[in-house]
């Protein structure tokens, strides 16, 4: 059985950092493309950034370029998203998912396995 489990979330201040984590077990870890993605109050969930099974693919939203950064370590089982420079409109819940052998995008449809996600807020 797949899970995913995030942790990292909480409270920062605008210009701040954040370390998101998300520890996956069951099936091999290295087998899957991950992403993670967010759901704002009151807006659609929407993708963030995605990293191939090796790592050697990346992918980022428009919004975060720069400023994030998705990483894993396969040994570990770990999924991570470092968030520099954070600002107000990055206040969401993330939420860590697991898409395919393939590349998966930024599609959610790809993703077949989700966390129940770490709350991220940015005060200005």
């Known amino acids: 059985q797949v899970q995913l489990v995030e942790s990292g979330g909480g409270l920062v201040q605008a210009g701040g950092s954040l370390r998101l984590s998300c520890a996956a077990s069951g099936r091999t870890f290295s087998d899957y493309t991950m992403g993670w993605f967010r759901r704002a109050p009151g807006k659609e969930r929407e993708f963030v950034a995605t990293?191939?099974?090796?790592?050697?693919?990346?992918m980022y939203a428009d919004s975060v370029r720069g400023r994030f950064t998705i990483s894993r370590e396969n040994a570990r089982n770990t999924l991570y998203l470092q968030m520099n420079s954070l600002k107000p409109e990055d206040t969401a819940v993330y939420y860590c998912?697991?898409?395919?052998?393939?590349?998966?995008?930024?599609?959610?449809?790809?993703?077949?396995?989700w966390g129940q996600g770490t709350q991220v807020t940015v005060s200005s």
């Open positions: 990293i191939s099974r090796s790592g050697g693919s990346i």
């Open positions: 998912a697991r898409a395919g052998q393939l590349w998966a995008g930024a599609d959610s449809k790809n993703y077949n396995y």
